[in-house]
């Protein structure tokens, strides 16, 4: 597995998918990392994207609303 160094960033958009900027990687169920193409990607959260683990935009078209607030990390 590739190391990096640097800051990552997460950023849920609201009723969209999550935006990860930064050094990462990726990796698949069984092992092989997915190509991630750019620096930053946009993470499918509505689970309806035909192009997973990113988004192809679904969300908007099927009404995929989040919660308000945010869960706070026990």
């Known amino acids: 597995m590739a190391e990096h160094t640097g800051d990552v960033e ?3 958009c609201p009723d969209g998918p999550v935006l990860v900027r930064g050094s990462f990687a990726i990796v698949g169920a069984t092992g092989p990392s997915v190509d991630r193409g750019r620096p930053t990607v946009a993470l499918c ?3 309806l994207s035909q192009r997973k683990p ?3 935009g679904t969300h908007r ?3 995929f ?3 308000d607030e945010p ?4």
């Open 71 to 74: 869960t706070p990390l026990s």
């Open 65 to 67: 609303r989040t919660d």
């Open 54 to 56: 990113f988004c192809d």
């Open 61 to 63: 078209i099927t009404g």
């Open 45 to 47: 959260r509505c689970g």
């Open 10 to 12: 997460i950023v849920p």
